[in-house]
């Protein structure tokens, strides 16, 4: 596609249920990052890939929190046990190489919202 | 690990000149610095790259010393459409690829008429 997807754009769930947030990066996009921001925040740092791996899991906040990449494309995060404080608007973004001289481009996120 | 800084907030009136300086003092020396801009309900857009000295294009122009310890984003007639929230990033010192790219607090300007 022409730009970073994110779907769904946005998500209520109930406290205690998984939820799955998925992206799709810009096609021949090697590295794929996930942030999270809270309301009136800066972007947290959650994960990023190479390809299909994961080198840096250090940004997951638990282990609830889960992310993987297939294909060297599309990626899923996935939150289980939702709490409240999961609340945010989840953010990926892919650049052609995991180098800081490199643009990120990102999706413009799914709202994520835990009653 | 590299940490930024910038001011929390700054106000303009249109037609003015913003500048945003941020601080970097962990930068590494093959850290590039990258600015970008984020609306409400957005994912941040890329503004501009550096690594030293001055780049400038028709956005905006980024001002780099010598030192690269800091780097200022100068927004030129700013207008209503410029409120946003300016992220200064740079890239883990300690990492080779697969950086973790931190983005710091970001700057909220607020462009008044």
């Known amino acids: 596609g022409a730009g970073v997807s994110q779907s769904p754009s946005n998500k209520v769930t109930e406290k205690g249920k998984d939820v799955e947030l998925r992206c799709d990066p810009i096609s021949g996009h090697t590295a794929l990052y996930w942030y999270r921001q809270s309301l009136g925040q800066g972007l947290e740092f959650l994960i990023y890939?190479?390809?299909?791996?994961?080198?840096?899991k250090s940004g997951l906040p638990s282990d609830r929190f889960s992310a993987e990449r297939t294909g060297g494309s599309v990626s899923t995060l996935t939150i289980q046990r939702t709490q409240q404080e999961d609340s945010a608007v989840y953010l990926c973004a892919s650049s052609l190489a995991p180098a800081t001289n490199e643009k990120l481009f990102f999706g413009s996120g799914t709202q994520l919202s835990v009653l | 690990l590299a940490k930024t800084t910038q001011p929390i907030s700054m106000d303009s009136y249109e037609g003015q000149e913003v500048n945003i300086t941020c601080s970097h003092n962990n930068i590494a020396t093959n850290d590039y610095i990258t600015w970008y801009q984020q609306f409400p309900s957005q994912g941040p857009r890329f503004i501009i790259q550096g690594y030293k000295t001055k780049v400038t294009n028709e956005v905006a122009s980024l001002f780099i010393p010598a030192d690269r310890k800091s780097s200022t984003l100068s927004l030129p007639r700013v207008s209503l459409s410029d409120t946003a929230v300016y992220y200064c990033l740079v890239g883990d010192p300690q990492g080779a690829a697969g950086n973790k790219l931190t983005f710091g607090g970001g700057t909220r300007v607020l462009v008044k008429p």
């Open positions: 890939f190479q390809g299909n791996s994961a080198p840096d």
